[in-house]
């Protein structure tokens, strides 16, 4: 069955300090991922994607992810992080082709320390 | 800008009572989402529309229910709602055209039942 796992519910970071948000899937084909934040109250605004080509991939705000196929991953980093990061960050797989259906991963809670 | 508006952004209606929320956008997408979230889980998906092609998904309550009267505008009606709906809920939009692309979000409408 198709999956996406984030492993790490709350993950806390001091300012400045370097992040990675890990995300793993589990999907037959290619998969079409995607990286979203959630801030308090908000909506989800898209970060990056990755549906084909370089495996490294940049996005708004200074974040990056890597597609790993050997590791089913697409982990997010951030060299460094500024308390407005403090937030909650959505891993999904587009899945299928009918539907266009998104498979959402538990989201992890990013907590910023002073 | 172009964009995905919700519309109220917080909304309080009488348990059993009758509400509709608004979705409005200006991206001339084809794809219009709604989407269910409750705190600290990801979004679950309820229907959307591809163009005027309604899609519900499987687990959906039937309480749920759905119009897109034209392509700006998309509605999520609550016939009778329970304490059980109060939840976060929240409009997508996407342009299918082949293949994967990503979804837009709304700020989101807050559902308090009381």
């Known amino acids: 069955a198709q999956s996406v796992t984030q492993p790490d519910i709350h993950i806390t970071v001091s300012e400045g300090a370097s992040l990675e948000l890990r995300c793993n899937y589990s999907y037959g084909a290619t998969p079409y991922l995607f990286w979203y934040v959630q801030s308090p109250g908000q909506g989800l605004q898209l970060l990056l994607k990755y549906f084909s080509g370089d495996t490294l991939v940049q996005g708004i705000k200074g974040f990056e992810a890597e597609f790993k196929r050997s590791q089913s991953s697409f982990n997010l980093r951030k060299p460094s992080v500024h308390w407005s990061d403090a937030a909650e960050y959505f891993c999904a797989v587009g899945a299928g082709d009918s539907n266009y259906q998104l498979i959402w991963g538990a989201g992890t809670k990013l907590i910023i320390k002073p | 800008d172009a964009m995905v508006i919700q519309n109220p952004r917080y909304q309080v209606t009488q348990f059993g009572k009758p509400v509709t929320l608004s979705c409005s956008q200006t991206l001339n997408h084809n794809v219009m989402y709604w989407y269910q979230q409750k705190s600290s889980q990801a979004p679950k998906l309820l229907f959307h529309?591809?163009?005027?092609?309604?899609?519900n998904e499987a687990d959906t309550p039937d309480n749920f229910q759905s119009r897109r009267p034209n392509t700006s505008f998309c509605f999520l009606d609550i016939r009778s709602p329970g304490l059980g709906d109060a939840a976060m809920y929240l409009c997508?939009?996407?342009?299918?055209?082949?293949?994967?692309?990503?979804?837009?979000f709304g700020q989101g409408t807050r559902l308090t039942v009381v």
């Open positions: 529309y591809y163009d005027k092609d309604f899609n």
């Open positions: 997508a939009t996407s342009r299918r055209t082949g293949g994967w692309t990503e979804a837009f």
